[in-house]
């Protein structure tokens, strides 16, 4: 009878009740109810950031044409802003009295240049709403100077009204593309692909040091004399593996416990703003389960056998360093992807197994890219996932009871050949 079950409950139970574990995973629910909030946060920090009134001096250097005319009617027209006419004054002394008076600042007229001087230059929002104020005169003042009417100048900024439409070759009509769903469906790809991410690394380290730790305190020569090495190995991935995915099913319950309180409206009422997770597709989350798996049995397996080749917890971080590397680089050839999902460069990194997870996925919910490549994706992961286990395990099998320095490459691959 097989001991990978008691193996595997073993490992999940020992680290479960884990303060790391347990804290990690109540971070992540306060990240979901967090994002729930985000926008309602964000818009009331965004008021309260941006200023009431604007108070300005300005200093006009008697240039023939000038805004200050179209500053003073805008000022008449738009509540809050006040411009001071201080052209009689010097630079100085105007300057002393926005200091004096706590005002907005000063601007210097010259001609087409104007300078905002101000006691602080690092209030980004008060220095562009500044500038806009200063557009808007512009405007004006350009309206003024073609014979225009306000109106008949701001039809020339008006943007076209362009929108996108996606016809299949294979299809006569086509289906007309929402710019806000396509953004929506970015953001969300982006979430979730950096949680893959960060699973692949934190479980992946969580498996090679487990193994490294069993191997410090040689309790691996005892369990080997009545495990095989092989279940050994399987009994911790999937006992790693089960932590996994016990924890981001309490996170996607609570992102979508949240988002279905936002559609009833007890958050809207509560805040005001409707939630950005209320149209998570399902199909989505299932997408991002499958492949949240297979980059986890590919990677994992690679990490064990990488912990079995070290002696000490602390040599881990120099073994695994290596995967790791092919993680980042999946994870930004993902982000890449995102820039055009249906390029050659993201079609074939969606077929590479260390990149595969992150690059198909990010593909899926961004592209819909066709169902042969998917499946070509998820069979590839497979053969990877079997290969990658065959090699780690004879690696595996003797590495756990290897002590002492490090075996090297040229060792490592002995071991395979053996």
């Excluded at 790809?189 to 410090?216: C, D, P, Q, R, W």
Aim: aromatic share 10%; hydrophobic share 50%; with cysteine.
């Amino acid at each position: 009878m097989s001991v990978i079950p008691v193996l595997v409950k073993r490992e999940f139970t020992s680290r479960v009740k884990g303060t790391a574990y347990i804290l990690t995973t109540v971070v992540g629910v306060l990240v979901f109810v967090g994002l729930t909030f985000l926008p309602p946060i964000m818009e009331r920090l965004s008021n309260s950031f941006t200023p009431d009134t604007i108070d300005l001096v300005v200093v006009d250097h008697g240039s023939e044409s000038s805004l200050l005319p179209s500053l003073l009617e805008l000022s008449r027209e738009r509540e809050g802003l006040t411009i001071r006419d201080a052209s009689g004054l010097d630079e100085r002394d105007a300057y002393r009295q926005v200091l004096d008076e706590g005002l907005s600042g000063l601007l210097l007229i010259d001609g087409p240049l104007c300078t905002l001087v101000t006691p602080d230059s690092k209030n980004v929002i008060l220095n562009d709403e500044i500038r806009n104020v200063v557009n808007q005169a512009a405007t004006m003042w350009r309206a003024a100077e073609l014979g225009l009417t306000q109106e008949e100048m701001q039809s020339l900024f008006n943007a076209v009204d362009f929108r996108i439409r996606e016809v299949a070759p294979e299809r006569e009509d086509g289906t007309e593309v929402d710019g806000a769903a396509q953004t929506q469906a970015m953001v969300l790809a982006y979430f979730l692909l950096f949680m893959i991410y960060t699973a692949l690394i934190m479980y992946g380290n969580m498996v090679a040091s487990g193994v490294a730790e069993e191997k410090s305190s040689r309790i691996m020569e005892v369990m080997v004399s009545t495990v095989k090495p092989l279940e050994l190995m399987f009994g911790k991935i999937i006992g790693v593996g089960a932590l996994g995915l016990l924890q981001y099913a309490i996170w996607i319950s609570t992102g979508i416990i949240m988002a279905a309180m936002g559609k009833t409206g007890f958050l809207g009422g509560l805040l005001g703003v409707t939630e950005p997770l209320g149209s998570i597709p399902l199909e989505s989350i299932l997408w991002f389960g499958l492949y949240f798996v297979l980059g986890y049995f590919f990677y994992a397996s690679i990490f064990a056998a990488a912990g079995a080749l070290v002696s000490r917890v602390e040599e881990v971080s120099q073994v695994v360093s290596l995967l790791m590397m092919f993680i980042i680089v999946g994870f930004f050839a993902a982000y890449i992807s995102f820039l055009n999902p249906n390029s050659s460069f993201a079609v074939i990194a969606s077929l590479i197994p260390f990149t595969a997870p992150m690059v198909m996925f990010a593909r899926i919910v961004l592209a819909n890219p066709p169902i042969i490549e998917v499946l070509a994706s998820v069979v590839i992961m497979l053969l990877s996932i079997i290969v990658g286990t065959w090699i780690s395990s004879k690696i595996y099998r003797i590495g756990i009871l290897l002590y002492g320095k490090r075996p090297s490459i040229r060792q490592v691959v002995q071991l395979l050949k053996g």
